[in-house]
């Protein structure tokens, strides 16, 4: 399978522990997005990152967020005591950037996501 | 506030019929726009983009229109299939960072 895989699918933690998800980007795809989706809503924007460096962090990302990228490939985002509203689908996103190539019909610019993280904090 | 956002939150339609699913954005300075499809339980799936510098693309099946004049985005479906039953959303971005996405339209293809 050549698209962005993460890990685990689902994660049921009690309020207080910590989680960190994994994800795998589509191989050459220099960008690699985090997002945040809630029942009914649309994904909204944690994080970004341009080969291992993060560029970008939206005021939605606590402190108790913390994303990594250290090889430029996977990366990571870690949730320390975690509260029920941090209960939501986690997303992540790659897309070619300048160097790499695009999937059939999309662009150099185009994100592509993977099936998501499923979080429930109880 | 900038935001993208879309008139209506679910659609009906018969199968074979064709839908259009429309949305607002109030950002000129958005220069890419995308269209995903989302089912339940899954991560969305990219259909087709546009950038600003163009106002109609097309597909297989699908096509957008994008009218910078009144910043209104519309994908049109083909001969809608019960497999197009999904929430669709429309995204728009600037430059190369991160995607605004709108709440979404549910549709529903009626066999």
């Known amino acids: 399978d050549t698209g962005v895989s993460q890990n685990p699918r689902h994660k049921i933690t009690k309020r207080g522990q910590n989680v960190t998800f994994r994800c795998d980007p589509i191989?050459?795809?220099?960008?690699l997005y985090w997002y945040r989706q809630t029942l009914g809503q649309g994904p909204e924007f944690l994080t970004y990152?341009?080969?291992?460096?993060?560029?970008?962090k939206s005021r939605l990302l606590s402190d108790r967020f913390s994303a990594e990228r250290p090889k430029g490939s996977f990366s990571t985002l870690e949730i320390q005591r975690t509260e029920q509203g941090d209960s939501a689908m986690y997303l992540c996103?790659?897309?070619?950037?300048?160097?790499?190539?695009?999937?059939?019909?999309?662009?150099?610019?185009?994100?592509?996501f993977g099936p998501g993280t499923r979080l429930t904090v109880l | 506030g900038e935001s993208v956002g879309l008139h209506l939150p679910t659609l009906s339609v018969q199968e074979g019929d064709n839908s259009i699913i429309n949305c607002a954005y109030s950002?000129?300075?958005?220069?890419?726009f995308i269209w995903y499809k989302q089912e339940s339980g899954k991560g969305p799936q990219f259909i087709i983009d546009?950038?600003?510098?163009?106002d109609k693309r097309q597909g297989q099946r699908v096509t957008v229109l994008l009218n910078k004049t009144v910043k209104h985005l519309s994908l049109q479906i083909a001969a809608t299939q019960p497999g197009d039953s999904a929430v669709y959303f429309c995204?728009?971005?600037?430059?190369?960072?991160?995607?605004?996405f709108g709440k979404g339209t549910k549709l529903s293809v009626k066999p």
């Open positions: 950002n000129s300075a958005s220069d890419y």
């Open positions: 191989s050459e795809h220099n960008r």
């Open positions: 990152f341009q080969n291992e460096a993060q560029l970008e």
């Open positions: 996103a790659s897309s070619p950037g300048g160097r790499g190539t695009s999937l059939a019909g999309g662009s150099t610019d185009t994100q592509y």
């Open positions: 546009i950038r600003s510098n163009m």
């Open positions: 995204a728009e971005t600037r430059g190369q960072g991160n995607l605004i």
